[in-house]
């Protein structure tokens, strides 16, 4: 489940938890999607980046005073905000990591972005936020048809099934028309190992027959 709030809710929520923000800077607009999960609910929101942060702004509060503690390698912050690692038997030795992606979707075709991985890791989560030009004179409907999925693919044959084979699909068929009225869809709820050499794929399927859709968002995985 996604519960967007507003930046000083969020924060404030962060706080309570005692749970890091996890963050992405998107280009166009130039803006930064900023979340932390709890358990199985992903709360989200947008700030807007200007060059030089207004103060007082929300960008200003996140880029002081959060920024350089998010995106942490551990699941929650003590007390005075300082890391330490939860700590079970599948994690022990291992870090939690953030990767951010961020993909151009041309219209009427599929786009597929591979993420390969040179060592053996385990997905546990992940999130898309998908976004449209402001320029461009689209509506909600005329996305209709339009999909995101992440799959998992070994396009280098390294399993002995063929080269591209899609080996799992996850999050199958969102709805762009879901990402652009909500903002945010998870990717994956289920964790998984992955194998060194294995791609990750982000599948952006566009039915808009001349206009472009943008997907940001993040995976999370312990290495």
């Avoid at 924060?11 to 999960?37: C, G, H, N």
């Avoid at 084979?165 to 909500?182: G, M, Q, R, S, Y």
């Avoid at 289920?190 to 194998?195: E, I, M, V």
Wanted: contains cysteine; proline residues 3%.
């Amino acid at each position: 489940m996604e519960i967007y709030l507003d930046w000083t809710e969020l924060r404030d929520e962060s706080d309570a938890r005692s749970i890091p923000l996890q963050y992405v800077t998107k280009s166009s607009p130039s803006e930064y999607i900023i979340w932390f999960d709890d358990g199985n609910t992903t709360y989200h929101t947008s700030v807007t980046k200007a060059g030089t942060a207004p103060n007082p702004s929300d960008q200003k509060d996140f880029e002081d005073n959060y920024k350089s503690g998010a995106n942490v390698s551990h699941d929650r912050l003590a007390t005075d905000r300082t890391p330490y690692v939860r700590v079970t038997e599948k994690t022990v030795g291992k870090t939690m990591q953030v990767k951010g992606f961020e993909i151009t979707g041309a219209a009427n075709t599929v786009t597929n972005h591979d993420i390969k991985w040179t060592e053996d890791i385990e997905i546990v989560g992940g999130f898309a936020d998908a976004y449209t030009d402001p320029a461009d004179s689209n509506t909600v409907f005329e996305f209709k048809g339009s999909k995101v999925q992440m799959q998992v693919v070994d396009v280098d044959n390294i399993l002995g099934y063929g080269a591209g084979t899609v080996l799992n699909t996850f999050a199958v068929d969102i709805p762009a028309t879901k990402l652009l009225l909500n903002g945010c869809a998870a990717l994956s709820t289920t964790a998984f190992d992955l194998l060194t050499g294995l791609y990750i794929r982000i599948a952006v399927d566009n039915q808009h027959t001349t206009d472009k859709i943008y997907v940001a968002g993040s995976l999370k995985y312990y290495h």
